[in-house]
């Protein structure tokens, strides 16, 4: 799969709500003790706060849309759920409110 890159708008939104985005990842998404101890056939999800941080680390918005989605799919089906820091923010770039946040498939020009 190609490398997505965001625009540097879309990435400075990113940035500006990372830490918030990054809460909602640790939140929803099960730790490695939580997998474990769930069995493969319930928690079969693999990342972990440390691939959202390597994530970030490489600019991988193929791979921060999966972590966030995996997230966003785990998140309980309540309209509270938008008052969590940073969910409405995650949401916005998982649905493209951000414009430029999955880019073009080519790495820009530096």
């Known amino acids: 799969m190609a490398s997505?890159?965001?625009t540097?708008?879309?990435w400075e939104y990113f940035?500006?709500?990372k830490d918030d985005i990054r809460g909602v990842i640790e939140d929803y998404c099960?730790?490695?003790?939580m997998q474990s101890m769930a069995g493969p056939s319930q928690m079969d999800q693999r990342y972990t706060l440390a691939?959202?941080?390597a994530a970030v680390e490489s600019k991988d918005t193929s791979t921060l849309c999966s972590i966030m989605n995996d997230a966003w799919l785990r998140a309980p089906e309540s309209r509270?759920?938008?008052s969590v820091p940073g969910f409405t923010q995650m949401c916005n770039l998982l649905d493209c409110t951000v414009d430029g946040f999955f880019g073009d498939e080519e790495e820009p020009a530096t």
């Open 80 to 82: 509270n759920v938008y």
């Open 4 to 6: 997505i890159y965001p």
């Open 30 to 33: 099960p730790s490695p003790q």
């Open 15 to 17: 940035m500006k709500h």
């Open 51 to 53: 691939d959202f941080d």
């Open 8 to 10: 540097p708008e879309a």
